[in-house]
């Protein structure tokens, strides 16, 4: 049929690990309760989607597209895996309705994509779930296939570039609440505030180096040759030029946490010197005051 035709995309399920098998649920079944308030703002009609496993051997899903009434539409497709490498990235064949709300965009939608995530992906090193929200759907013009195990094959180059965008978000967020951390202006900034500061900074930059950790699972794929600092000719000068921009935003991230953490330390050992003094202080407040009471009572036991 002329409506229908026969489409490849291909989706990144971050991993840590080359080679490994993925042992999903058979019985797991997750939903979008409002697909239209979701990532896809351009959605106009309310639609629920229901994703389930019908071959776990294959890892093919059924995606259930449901109506406001909470009916299955048209719009449902099996979702079958085609092929995969040992790098994460897996190519996925279905029936696309070309009138689907759920393509307007001309791809993927990404709400799917990151809920499809949830079968492979549980963020064991990264629990920011909103990073990968950056993370989108690769699918070429004619979303036809392509071969994942072809050296620097266009769906591995186009996840390790949007690598530039998670990175330096997150350097952009410890920016911001460093500037905070630091800020002495503020009267409001009092210790307990910066220690609040010190551990969002922590919690951010653990997530970026979990982020790091993923990145590097595609980075150094044996079919990676092109995103790389190592050339300098003029056919890879866009590659190397996002390559350089993620590995100086990671360099960042590193400075701004260490800048932030030794501040903090300073602080809190500013802080504890200051109160041994009032111990001390205090301890010799008492120690006088019991000499004083000794004297004091041996005097009036003269009388």
Known sequence: MKD???????LWMPCSSHG?????DKDKVIKINDFSDGMEKSIDEKLFIEISLINED????????KDGNGAPTEYSFDFLLDSKSGNGLHQYKFLR??????????????????KLKEFYHNHEFNNDQSADGNLRVYVNDKWEKINLNATNNPALLFYLTQYEIIFDTYKTRIK?????FFDKSDSKNDFVTRGKHIRTIEGLYLNAKGEELYFNALYNSIYNERFSLAHNNEEYKVERQCCFNIKN?????????????????????????????KGIQIGWAGFVIGILGIIIGYIVSQK
């Open 4 to 10: 229908i035709k026969e489409s490849y995309c291909v």
């Open 20 to 24: 490994i098998h993925n042992i999903l």
């Open 58 to 65: 294959r890892e093919d899903f059924r995606i259930i597209v």
């Open 97 to 114: 309705k070309i009138e689907s709300p759920l393509f307007r965009n001309n791809t993927f939608p990404p709400a799917i994509y990151h």
């Open 176 to 180: 911001e609440i460093s500037n905070k």
């Open 249 to 277: 935003t990671i360099e960042s991230i590193n400075h701004l946490q260490m800048k932030a953490l030794a501040e903090w330390q300073h602080t809190v050992t500013e802080k504890s010197i200051k109160y041994s003094l």
